[in-house]
C-alpha cells in the first residue's frame, strides 16, 4: 500500500491535486498509518514479567502482525516473537548486599540497554514491573524522545510512594493489573489504564488439568497428596526460605509427599544442595499444574500467591530478609503496610496467613501447615474467600485489552 501511495502521487500529479483534501486523501494516509512498522522495545527482569509480558507481546502481534519487538526479558518473551538482548537472569538482584556486589554487571546492563534502545529507536518503551531498572530506563528513554507506557504498575502502593513523582515525570501511560490501584494513583493525581489481570490469562492458557494419578504418574511421583513448597525465583528467596519449608513440612511427610517447583532461571544444583537429606521431589517448568493437584502451598511472597487464588490452592505466604523483626516493625508502623500478598491486598483482609520476617520461622509454618491439612473449617474460610478474589478480578483478557490500548494510544500520536 505504501509503494501505492507514492506511486499514486507522485506518477498522477494533476489527479492527486485534484482529490487534495477529499476523502480520498484521508483513507489513503490512514492505510499507510496501518502499514508503518510498529516497533516495541520490553523491559522484563524476572520470572513472573516474562509470562506476562510474552502474553502482551503475543497479543500485540495478533493485533498488529508487523510488529518487531525488542527487548529484555526471558525466554517466554522470545518464544513469543521478541528479539532478546538480554536474559533477566543476569539482572536479578535483590537486597541491598547482593546488589552493591554487583554494581558494575547492573551498570554494565543499564549502559547495553540505553545504547541498544536508541540503536532500536522504538516507537514505545513498554516497562514490566521491575521499578529499580525501569524507573531509571523510563527516564532515560523520555529525554531522548520515546514514549514509555508502563504494564504492571510498581508495587508503590506498598512501599516507595515518593515513586509516583517518577512516574508522573516519566511515564506517559500506566496500564494497571489490580483492581484497587485506579482508586490509589487517583489519589496522588495520576491517571491509568486498567486492564484486568494477567495471571487470569496465563491460568486460561494452561493445559487442561490432568487427574492426580495422570499427573504422578507422569512426573514419577509417588501415590501420596502432596504439599508443594515454592520458595521463590531469586537465589537470595530460596537460599533463606526453602530450608524453614522443609524443615517445617517434613514433619507431614508420613502422610504427604513433598514437592517443589523449581524456578526456570536457577539451576538445578541449587535445590540439590538444600534438599540434601530430605524426602522431596523436584518438579520443573509445571508450577500451576503442582498448585492444582496439591492440599497446600508454602510459597514465596509474589505473583505465585495470586496465582495460587486463582486456582483455589490452599496457601501459607512466607517471606524473610536480613534484619527481620526490625524491618516487619518498619512495614508496618512506617509504611503502613497491611498485607504483602496479592490476595490479601484484593480482598483487603488477611485471607491467607502471612508469615512474614521473623514470624517465618518453622515452628510457624509447621503450625499452619497442620491447620490447613487438618482443620476443615478452616481450610473451607480460605477456599471460600477465593471466589470473592475470582468475583473482583473479573474476567480474563487482560493481554489482549492492554495490546488494544497501546496500539490505539500509539496511532493517536502519529
Same mark, same amino acid.
Given at each position: 500500500?505504501?509503494?501505492?501511495? $507514492?506511486?499514486?502521487?507522485? =506518477? %498522477?500529479?494533476?489527479?492527486?491535486?485534484?482529490?487534495? !483534501?477529499?476523502? *480520498?486523501? #484521508?483513507?489513503? @494516509?490512514?492505510?499507510?498509518?496501518?502499514?508503518?512498522?510498529?516497533?516495541?522495545?520490553?523491559?522484563?527482569?524476572?520470572?513472573?514479567?516474562?509470562?506476562?509480558?510474552?502474553?502482551?507481546?503475543?497479543?500485540?502481534?495478533?493485533?498488529?502482525? $508487523?510488529?518487531?519487538?525488542? =527487548? %529484555?526479558?526471558?525466554?517466554?518473551?522470545?518464544?513469543? !516473537?521478541?528479539? *532478546?538482548? #538480554?536474559?533477566? @537472569?543476569?539482572?536479578?538482584?535483590?537486597?541491598?548486599?547482593?546488589?552493591?556486589?554487583?554494581?558494575?554487571?547492573?551498570?554494565?546492563?543499564?549502559?547495553?540497554?540505553?545504547?541498544?534502545?536508541?540503536?532500536?529507536?522504538?516507537?514505545?518503551?513498554?516497562?514490566?514491573?521491575?521499578?529499580?531498572?525501569?524507573?531509571?530506563?523510563?527516564?532515560?528513554?523520555?529525554?531522548?524522545?520515546?514514549?514509555?507506557?508502563?504494564?504492571?504498575?510498581?508495587?508503590?502502593?506498598?512501599?516507595?510512594?515518593?515513586?509516583?513523582?517518577?512516574?508522573?515525570?516519566?511515564?506517559?501511560?500506566?496500564?494497571?493489573?489490580?483492581?484497587?490501584?485506579?482508586?490509589?494513583?487517583?489519589?496522588?493525581?495520576?491517571?491509568?489504564?486498567?486492564?484486568?489481570?494477567?495471571?487470569?490469562?496465563?491460568?486460561?492458557?494452561?493445559?487442561?488439568?490432568?487427574?492426580?494419578?495422570?499427573?504422578?504418574?507422569?512426573?514419577?511421583?509417588?501415590?501420596?497428596?502432596?504439599?508443594?513448597?515454592?520458595?521463590?525465583?531469586?537465589?537470595?528467596?530460596?537460599?533463606?526460605?526453602?530450608?524453614?519449608?522443609?524443615?517445617?513440612?517434613?514433619?507431614?511427610?508420613?502422610?504427604?509427599?513433598?514437592?517443589?517447583?523449581?524456578?526456570?532461571?536457577?539451576?538445578?544444583?541449587?535445590?540439590?544442595?538444600?534438599?540434601?537429606?530430605?524426602?522431596?521431589?523436584?518438579?520443573?517448568?509445571?508450577?500451576?499444574?503442582?498448585?492444582?493437584?496439591?492440599?497446600?502451598?508454602?510459597?514465596?511472597?509474589?505473583?505465585?500467591?495470586?496465582?495460587?487464588?486463582?486456582?483455589?490452592?490452599?496457601?501459607?505466604?512466607?517471606?524473610?530478609?536480613?534484619?527481620?523483626?526490625?524491618?516487619?516493625?518498619?512495614?508496618?508502623?512506617?509504611?503502613?503496610?497491611?498485607?504483602?500478598?496479592?490476595?490479601?491486598?484484593?480482598?483487603?483482609?488477611?485471607?491467607?496467613?502471612?508469615?512474614?520476617?521473623?514470624?517465618?520461622?518453622?515452628?510457624?509454618?509447621?503450625?499452619?501447615?497442620?491447620?490447613?491439612?487438618?482443620?476443615?473449617?478452616?481450610?473451607?474460610?480460605?477456599?471460600?474467600?477465593?471466589?470473592?478474589?475470582?468475583?473482583?478480578?473479573?474476567?480474563?483478557?487482560?493481554?489482549?485489552?492492554?495490546?488494544?490500548?497501546?496500539?490505539?494510544?500509539?496511532?493517536?500520536?502519529?
Amino acid at each position: 500500500m505504501y509503494l501505492f501511495y $507514492e506511486w499514486y502521487t507522485y =506518477g %498522477f500529479p494533476d489527479f492527486w491535486s485534484y482529490f487534495c !483534501g477529499s476523502v *480520498l486523501r #484521508k483513507e489513503l @494516509r490512514d492505510s499507510v498509518l496501518i502499514c508503518e512498522t510498529m516497533k516495541y522495545y520490553f523491559i522484563a527482569g524476572e520470572a513472573s514479567g516474562d509470562l506476562h509480558a510474552s502474553n502482551l507481546i503475543e497479543a500485540l502481534k495478533k493485533q498488529d502482525a $508487523e510488529a518487531d519487538v525488542r =527487548g %529484555f526479558g526471558g525466554e517466554l518473551m522470545e518464544a513469543a !516473537g521478541m528479539s *532478546l538482548v #538480554k536474559h533477566y @537472569r543476569e539482572m536479578a538482584f535483590m537486597g541491598f548486599i547482593p546488589v552493591l556486589l554487583n554494581l558494575r554487571t547492573i551498570k554494565r546492563n543499564f549502559k547495553t540497554c540505553e545504547a541498544d534502545l536508541l540503536s532500536f529507536k522504538p516507537d514505545v518503551l513498554v516497562l514490566v514491573d521491575y521499578p529499580g531498572f525501569n524507573l531509571r530506563m523510563a527516564e532515560f528513554a523520555q529525554k531522548h524522545g520515546i514514549r514509555v507506557y508502563y504494564y504492571i504498575s510498581p508495587k508503590i502502593w506498598a512501599w516507595k510512594k515518593h515513586r509516583i513523582k517518577q512516574i508522573k515525570a516519566h511515564v506517559d501511560e500506566m496500564f494497571t493489573i489490580l483492581p484497587f490501584e485506579t482508586d490509589f494513583y487517583k489519589e496522588l493525581g495520576y491517571s491509568v489504564n486498567y486492564v484486568g489481570n494477567p495471571v487470569l490469562d496465563a491460568v486460561v492458557k494452561r493445559p487442561a488439568k490432568p487427574d492426580f494419578d495422570t499427573f504422578i504418574a507422569e512426573n514419577n511421583l509417588p501415590s501420596k497428596p502432596i504439599v508443594a513448597l515454592l520458595p521463590g525465583s531469586r537465589l537470595q528467596e530460596i537460599n533463606s526460605l526453602l530450608p524453614r519449608m522443609l524443615e517445617a513440612a517434613s514433619a507431614f511427610s508420613e502422610d504427604y509427599q513433598l514437592v517443589i517447583t523449581a524456578a526456570p532461571n536457577v539451576e538445578l544444583s541449587v535445590y540439590e544442595k538444600l534438599t540434601d537429606g530430605y524426602a522431596v521431589r523436584l518438579v520443573e517448568n509445571q508450577t500451576y499444574e503442582v498448585l492444582q493437584q496439591a492440599k497446600v502451598a508454602v510459597l514465596a511472597s509474589g505473583t505465585v500467591s495470586l496465582e495460587a487464588g486463582i486456582l483455589r490452592c490452599p496457601q501459607i505466604v512466607c517471606y524473610r530478609m536480613a534484619g527481620g523483626a526490625f524491618f516487619f516493625w518498619i512495614g508496618q508502623n512506617v509504611l503502613n503496610i497491611s498485607w504483602v500478598s496479592l490476595v490479601n491486598l484484593i480482598l483487603k483482609k488477611e485471607a491467607v496467613r502471612e508469615l512474614l520476617q521473623h514470624r517465618c520461622s518453622v515452628t510457624n509454618i509447621r503450625q499452619e501447615l497442620g491447620r490447613l491439612l487438618n482443620e476443615s473449617t478452616y481450610r473451607k474460610r480460605q477456599l471460600n474467600d477465593y471466589e470473592e478474589l475470582h468475583r473482583q478480578l473479573g474476567e480474563a483478557g487482560a493481554s489482549e485489552r492492554a495490546a488494544a490500548m497501546i496500539i490505539e494510544k500509539l496511532n493517536e500520536k502519529k
